[in-house]
T-cell receptor, first 116, second 116 residues
Framework: DGGITQSPKYLFRKEGQNVTLSCEQNLNHDAMYWYRQDPGQGLRLIYYSQIVNDFQKGDIAEGYSVSREKKESFPLTVTSAQKNPTAFYLC???????????????FGPGTRLTVL | AQSVTQLDSHVSVSEGTPVLLRCNYSSSYSPSLFWYVQHPNKGLQLLLKYTSAATLVKGINGFEAEFKKSETSFHLTKPSAHMSDAAEYFCVVSGVDYNQGGKLIFGQGTELSVKP
């Protein structure tokens, strides 16, 4: 089955630690995205990538880092510089960055990160 | 710049009655519009999308939405609610905003409750 997988489903971190969230897709999509979701809020874009070895900051990139070494993979690192990292993190992909706005994004199941 | 406003943070209906979730958008260009659904602790699933074709868009699970340019609205409806429709619904706009790579702009979400 084609889709997007995220792991782990739940993640606990101590303050001051970096942690990496995994996102893999087998849809052969060019573009991938990371969003953060907080209770009662819509999704906010952290980073996105249109092509391997290239990525762009979204609206709330501070305290996060990403890499795109393979088309299928777009891991997100939450660093100790992120002041309030407890949230639900969603990865998504689309055929390409929608210059015409037509390509919908497909979402993974999410990772819930809790900082203890 | 694009923006989207979901007019109700919470909607409660009885099973078998109609559902109306309201969404207004703002866009300098002809937008693409989407409705996504999110069940608790899950990723987002696309319900339907508008991409400048027919103004009445039919989606999955009996949902539909009508694009009204004069009212800048894209309300989501369903004739008869089912218990399984209880979830969070997001209205999303993707305009021709090349500086932002055509990123999606999410509304704050509407939580739909369905009473037996």
């Amino acid at each position: 089955d084609g889709g997007i997988t995220q792991s782990p489903k739940y993640l606990f971190r101590k303050e001051g630690q970096n942690v990496t969230l995994s996102c893999e897709q087998n849809l052969n999509h060019d573009a991938m995205y990371w969003y953060r979701q907080d209770p009662g809020q819509g999704l906010r874009l952290i980073y996105y990538s249109q092509i391997v070895n290239d990525f762009q900051k979204g609206d709330i990139a501070e305290g996060y880092s990403v890499s795109r070494e393979k088309k299928e993979s777009f891991p997100l690192t939450v660093t100790s510089a992120q002041k309030n990292p407890t949230a639900f993190y969603l990865c998504a992909s689309s055929l390409d960055l929608p210059s015409g706005g037509y390509n919908e994004q497909f979402f993974g199941p999410g990772t819930r990160l809790t900082v203890l | 710049a694009q923006s989207v406003t979901q007019l109700d943070s919470h909607v409660s209906v009885s099973e078998g009655t109609p559902v109306l979730l309201r969404c207004n958008y703002s866009s300098s260009y002809s937008p693409s519009l989407f409705w996504y659904v999110q069940h608790p602790n899950k990723g987002l699933q696309l319900l339907l999308k508008y991409t400048s074709a027919a103004t009445l868009v039919k989606g999955i699970n009996g949902f539909e939405a009508e694009f009204k340019k004069s009212e800048t609205s894209f309300h989501l409806t369903k004739p008869s609610a089912h218990m399984s429709d209880a979830a969070e619904y997001f209205c999303v706009v993707s305009g021709v905003d090349y500086n932002q790579g055509g990123k999606l702009i999410f509304g704050q979400g509407t939580e739909l409750s369905v009473k037996p």
